[in-house]
């Protein structure tokens, strides 16, 4: 009997954990080829991958050195690439002139030609990764990646200078225009959908024939016929009658409270069978003069408490950094939620979009809050991949505090369209692909097709 062939599968986050091992993207793989794992210690304890049912992996680490130059590598190509994305601009504003200015220059076409080819020439392989590889033999190394450290570049570079094939998987829909590079492009990309093959293309300069849209894994909970059977009602202990708009918070600052005073106003003068279930993003980021929801006398607005405790924790003395919650919140929570709800309301974050595919409208706030001043709702509405879901049926932007009242009766009236439901379906299938097979079979057989032939996907953008 011929042996399976291997494949190194790198995680180098712990939401990683959850998003794609929890969601078994990796289930087909395991069954057909020799899968081993290995994980980057950086900042959270390894071992917490047993609790996803993988016992035997191994652990690696990266020099201090390496986790620098590459991270600047990162982020002059970032500037490199900023000419064709607005999102990498409005980023890129906000670093220190003295620093930009240096960046911009080593980004010039000739000096970061000679700068790259210097990397490649002085830097020896990932010492550790490369025992790794040579050990094992894979025949392919993938990893999940936001396409913004320096391990994944260190993998591909590494992988490279072995000869071995290299994938990527990207994590989320703005990663390619906001979040990071590809100065050392993989062998394969694989990306959520058409929106995220234009990114791959046009601002990362990928050739076609490497990149492949498969949809996400975690999104797939959505299309399960096994869901949770549970009252969100009763979980959130909100009356039964009422109707649930789903306020999600962002991880990046923003004044919430000030929102939902509004919101809630609104609700006691004139929409009284509504409520706001308030839901912390997992992974928060401090707030100037941030006030705890819950300490706020609001009559109309819950928490939710799937996340409750985590965000009671925030305001704990001392707790200045808290660490993140996203593998706590359950993936099966999630369709439960999404079917409960009748409008979402929040700045540009990812459930937005899950609330989206489910055909739930979106009042997104688009807006500053003159407190927070780092990658704000206005900035982030103008990135790319956020302003084309704004065109998106059933999305209402709200440009200045001043409209959110308005914006909201709009929102109520999407709520009760069929009509904008569909369509809003419809057309969130150019950001998150849905081809009918589950994510796991999709990814082996692009496995498979990649070590048969050595193609990824065809030339086609589409």
């Known amino acids: 009997m011929m042996a399976k062939p291997s494949i190194v599968i790198l ?16 289930d087909e793989l395991m069954k057909r080829y020799d899968v081993h794992f290995v994980v980057v210690k950086y900042n959270w304890d390894p071992r917490e991958i047993e609790r996803y049912g993988i016992e035997n992996y191994r652990v690696i680490s990266q020099a201090n050195y390496r986790m620098f130059l590459l991270r600047r590598l990162l ?44 990397y490649k020439i002085v830097l020896p392989s990932w010492t550790e990764f490369a025992g790794v590889v040579k050990t094992i033999s894979p025949s392919l190394v993938i990893a999940p990646s936001l396409a913004a450290d320096s391990f994944t570049i260190d993998m591909t570079y590494t992988a490279r200078k072995l000869g071995v094939k290299s994938m990527l998987l990207i994590n989320s829909w703005d990663n390619l225009i906001s979040k990071g590079v590809l100065p ?3 062998d394969c990309l694989v990306v959520w959908g058409p929106q995220g093959v234009s990114q791959a293309t046009k601002v990362q300069q990928m050739p076609p024939g490497s990149v492949v849209a498969l949809g996400v894994p975690r999104f797939e909970v959505y299309y399960s016929e096994n869901k949770r059977d549970f009252s969100i009602h009763a979980f959130n202990k909100i009356p039964s009658e009422k109707k649930i708009l789903l306020y999600a918070a962002t991880a990046m600052p923003f004044d919430d409270v000030q929102a939902l005073q509004i919101l809630d106003r609104a609700i006691s003068e004139t929409y009284s069978n509504y409520v706001i279930l308030f839901r912390p993003h997992p992974e928060m980021h401090k707030r100037i003069g941030e006030a705890n929801i819950a300490e706020c006398g609001f009559r109309n607005v819950y928490i939710d408490q799937q996340v409750a405790a ?46 989206a595919i489910n055909g739930i409208p979106c009042l997104m706030i688009c807006y500053g809050d003159g407190k927070n001043f780092w990658l704000t709702p206005d900035l982030m509405s103008q990135y790319e991949n956020v302003e084309e879901v704004l065109s998106f049926p059933g999305i209402i932007p709200c440009r200045s505090e001043a409209e959110l009242e308005s914006c909201f009766r709009k929102l109520l009236a999407y709520s009760q369209d069929e009509n904008i439901k569909k369509e809003l379906v419809r057309a969130t299938e150019y950001v998150v692909s849905r081809s009918g097979e589950t994510y796991k079979s999709s990814l082996c057989a ?15 953008l589409v």
């Not at 939401?15 to 990796?26: C, E, K, P």
């Not at 950094?321 to 309301?345: F, H, R």
Request: charged residues 15%; aromatic residues 12%.
């Open 11 to 26: 995680i180098t986050m712990q939401s990683y954990l959850r998003n794609w091992i929890q969601a078994g993207a990796f």
């Open 75 to 118: 982020t002059v190509t970032m500037y490199k690439h900023a000419q064709v994305s607005r999102a990498f601009r409005i980023k890129l504003s906000l670093v220190r002139p003295r620093i930009r200015f240096l960046y911009r220059m080593l980004s010039l076409p000739l000096i970061y030609d000679l700068l790259l080819g210097l």
């Open 184 to 186: 050392i492009p993989p």
């Open 310 to 355: 985590y965000y009671a924790s925030r305001f704990q003395p001392g707790n200045d950094d808290p660490p993140s919650y996203v593998n706590n919140a359950e993936l099966d929570y999630y369709p439960v939620l999404m079917k409960s709800i009748v409008g979402t309301i929040c700045p540009p974050t990812t459930l937005s979009l899950e609330g």
């Open 446 to 460: 692009l496995t498979d097709r990649l070590l048969q032939s050595g193609k990824c996907g065809s030339d086609s």
